[in-house]
């Protein structure tokens, strides 16, 4: 029977580490044989969030377990837990599968078990990830990431994507979808993180741009051009390419086309017009040209996004 050691200590997140808990402590109707072994390990009882959590080990039992599983941290830009850094690192060198549930990522960062690997985490921490551990490969968009021995998932749900994916990986898709039906949840999703980021608007009422933003989102079907932006602010081309990149921090055209796609978003997601009908509202011209640019940006077409997110309403009988 396969251990999986679920580390617990202080100021982790309560979130993945009961999933974990719920998708490896339970065996599907016993369509898999042996299941697994599940073990949640600390160093004594822990304040998981808003609970107390009495683990069932010490820490030491990660480096006798098959994965290890490290849920996400609430501090990303604090220390880890020295304790939990070497246990960590004894249960890699032993040849255990490394998994990081959300930000978890920078647990296995700080141990040096991520250098030179491709990893993900939670979207509005890959930045932080990025500058704080150089060597990290970071991808932003993926939903999870897998080396091999060494696994990555982005936030939330997302590690229930990844959860899922280990146990396709050791006992196969048929008791995986089993897992996931039980769940309610589906075995696979498409896409990565893009499709989930929201994009505000830069607002500072003090700013030059400051009501040029609206005046643009205003106009997101019409044909604007940089030269349009920079005339309705009253300033050069050039000039509106440094207040953009200091206020947004990306180009007025790119800033542009994300809030095209971030409009066809909103539009597939509450409306029932045609992707032709999208395309137009959002200024791409053509379904073909929204299609395009949306799978790129977002990961998934529109069709799938709409599929997705598309509010059905209350149940109802």
Same mark, same amino acid.
């Given at each position: 029977?396969?251990?999986?050691?679920?580390?617990?200590?202080?100021?982790?997140?309560?979130?993945?580490?009961?999933?974990?808990? *719920?998708?490896?402590?339970?065996? %599907?109707?016993?369509?898999?044989?042996?299941?697994?072994?599940?073990?949640?390990?600390?160093?004594?009882?822990?304040?998981?969030?808003?609970?107390?959590?009495?683990?069932?080990?010490?820490?030491?039992?990660?480096?006798?377990?098959?994965? $290890?599983?490290? %849920? !996400?941290?609430?501090?990303?830009?604090?220390? =880890?837990? @020295?304790? &939990?850094?070497?246990?960590?690192?004894?249960?890699? /060198?032993?040849?255990?599968?490394? =998994?990081?549930?959300?930000?978890?990522?920078?647990?296995?960062?700080?141990?040096? $078990?991520?250098?030179?690997?491709?990893?993900?985490?939670?979207?509005?921490?890959? *930045?932080?990830?990025?500058? /704080?551990? %150089?060597?990290?490969? $970071?991808?932003?968009?993926?939903?999870?990431?897998?080396?091999? !021995?060494?696994?990555?998932?982005?936030?939330?749900?997302?590690?229930?994507?990844?959860?899922?994916? &280990?146990?396709? /990986?050791?006992?196969?898709?048929?008791?995986?979808?089993?897992?996931?039906?039980?769940?309610?949840? %589906?075995?696979?999703?498409?896409?990565?993180?893009?499709?989930?980021?929201?994009?505000?608007?830069?607002?500072?009422?003090?700013?030059?741009?400051?009501?040029?933003?609206?005046?643009?989102?205003? /106009?997101?079907?019409? @044909?604007?051009?940089?030269?349009?932006?920079?005339?309705?602010?009253?300033?050069?081309?050039?000039?509106?390419?440094?207040?953009?990149?200091?206020?947004?921090?990306?180009?007025?055209?790119?800033?542009?086309?994300?809030?095209?796609?971030?409009?066809?978003?909103?539009?597939? *997601?509450?409306?029932?017009? !045609?992707?032709?009908?999208?395309?137009?509202?959002?200024?791409?011209?053509?379904?073909?040209?929204?299609?395009?640019?949306?799978?790129?940006?977002?990961?998934?077409?529109?069709?799938?996004?709409?599929?997705?997110?598309?509010?059905?309403? @209350?149940?109802?009988?």
């Amino acid at each position: 029977m396969a251990l999986v050691a679920i580390a617990a200590t202080d100021g982790m997140l309560h979130f993945e580490l009961a999933l974990a808990c *719920e998708v490896f402590a339970h065996d %599907p109707s016993g369509l898999a044989d042996p299941w697994y072994d599940v073990a949640i390990c600390g160093p004594g009882p822990v304040r998981i969030g808003r609970f107390l959590l009495a683990p069932d080990d010490g820490l030491d039992r990660l480096a006798r377990a098959d994965t $290890v599983i490290i %849920p !996400s941290i609430e501090d990303v830009d604090g220390d =880890v837990d @020295p304790d &939990l850094l070497d246990a960590v690192r004894a249960a890699h /060198r032993a040849g255990a599968r490394m =998994v990081s549930l959300c930000t978890g990522a920078f647990v296995l960062a700080a141990a040096g $078990v991520l250098d030179g690997l491709r990893a993900t985490t939670h979207w509005a921490h890959t *930045e932080a990830l990025t500058a /704080r551990y %150089p060597r990290v490969r $970071v991808d932003p968009d993926v939903l999870y990431v897998d080396n091999g !021995s060494v696994l990555a998932s982005a936030g939330k749900a997302a590690a229930i994507d990844l959860c899922l994916h &280990l146990i396709r /990986r050791d006992h196969g898709s048929t008791v995986a979808n089993a897992v996931a039906r039980r769940l309610v949840v %589906p075995p696979h999703r498409a896409g990565g993180q893009a499709q989930y980021v929201t994009t505000p608007v830069p607002a500072r009422d003090d700013h030059p741009l400051a009501t040029l933003f609206p005046w643009a989102l205003a /106009r997101l079907d019409r @044909p604007l051009t940089v030269e349009d932006l920079a005339r309705q602010a009253n300033m050069s081309s050039r000039n509106l390419a440094r207040h953009f990149r200091s206020v947004t921090g990306t180009t007025p055209l790119l800033w542009l086309s994300t809030q095209r796609i971030r409009h066809a978003q909103e539009l597939l *997601e509450r409306t029932d017009d !045609s992707i032709d009908a999208v395309a137009e509202a959002a200024g791409m011209g053509t379904a073909a040209t929204l299609r395009r640019h949306f799978h790129r940006t977002v990961g998934v077409p529109p069709d799938t996004y709409r599929r997705t997110f598309r509010a059905t309403g @209350p149940a109802t009988g």
